[in-house]
């Protein structure tokens, strides 16, 4: 990827690896459990925030199949299905256990109108109370993180499918390969 300079030299996009470390100090500072499955969904489900975290439905948890299915908003609309890996899971079974009476059809409902959230504002509050270096991008560099164990575990095929990548995409075009039900069910297990 090649970055373009800004006036005072400093790269435009700045991606920070994000070390479980920091994530735990990182979820320590949320102001509730909403914000620490977002956290979870962006650093170890892989999911875009705001747009595929944010339009998130309980209906798209399965819980016995150990998956997540999210819909995209990239130009390709291509929905995908994400592994319930452990980190992710103990965060939705917090919220959902705190929230089951109200039956929301959402995961996040603090924030209905996404385009008024300024969710990097907050973010930056939740990373000072850290104590952490300022995160630039911080949902991308969540995100990225998570690509980066997934490509390190898993093939270039399963991490393109499960983050959601344009690559998949021209990839899958070309190989007659699929996810496996065994390699969903090994990820979900995977505690890394």
């Known amino acids: 990827?090649?970055?373009?300079?800004?006036?005072?030299?400093?790269?435009?996009?700045?991606?920070?690896?994000?070390?479980?470390?920091?994530?735990?100090?990182?979820?320590?500072?949320?102001?509730?459990q909403e914000w620490r499955v977002m956290l979870?969904?962006?650093?170890?489900?892989?999911?875009?925030?705001?747009?595929?975290?944010?339009?998130?439905r309980w209906a798209d948890i399965?819980?016995?199949?150990?998956?997540i299915r999210v819909t995209s908003n990239t130009k390709f609309k291509i929905g995908r299905t994400v592994p319930l890996f452990p980190n992710v899971r103990k965060e939705l079974e917090a919220l959902f256990k705190a929230t089951k009476k109200e039956?929301?059809?959402?995961?996040?409902?603090?924030?209905p109108d996404r385009k008024k959230a300024n969710l990097p504002l907050r973010f930056a509050k939740i990373n000072r109370q850290a104590g952490l270096e300022t995160i630039r991008r911080p949902f991308g560099s969540l995100r990225l993180s998570r690509a980066t164990e997934l490509w390190n575990e898993f093939d270039y095929f399963?991490?393109?499918?499960?983050?959601?990548?344009?690559?998949?995409?021209?990839?899958?075009?070309?190989?007659?390969?699929?996810?496996?039900?065994?390699?969903?069910?090994?990820?979900?297990?995977?505690?890394?």
């Open 62 to 67: 399965d819980w016995k199949g150990k998956g």
């Open 103 to 111: 039956k929301n059809e959402f995961v996040i409902n603090q924030f």
């Open 158 to 192: 399963l991490t393109c499918t499960w983050m959601g990548t344009l690559s998949a995409v021209s990839t899958g075009m070309h190989l007659t390969r699929t996810v496996t039900k065994k390699e969903v069910m090994k990820a979900a297990e995977w505690a890394g």
């Open 1 to 32: 990827m090649v970055m373009k300079k800004q006036k005072n030299d400093q790269p435009k996009h700045v991606y920070h690896h994000v070390t479980r470390d920091e994530y735990d100090k990182l979820l320590e500072q949320c102001p509730d």
């Open 40 to 56: 979870a969904l962006a650093r170890y489900g892989g999911l875009r925030c705001p747009s595929e975290t944010l339009q998130l």
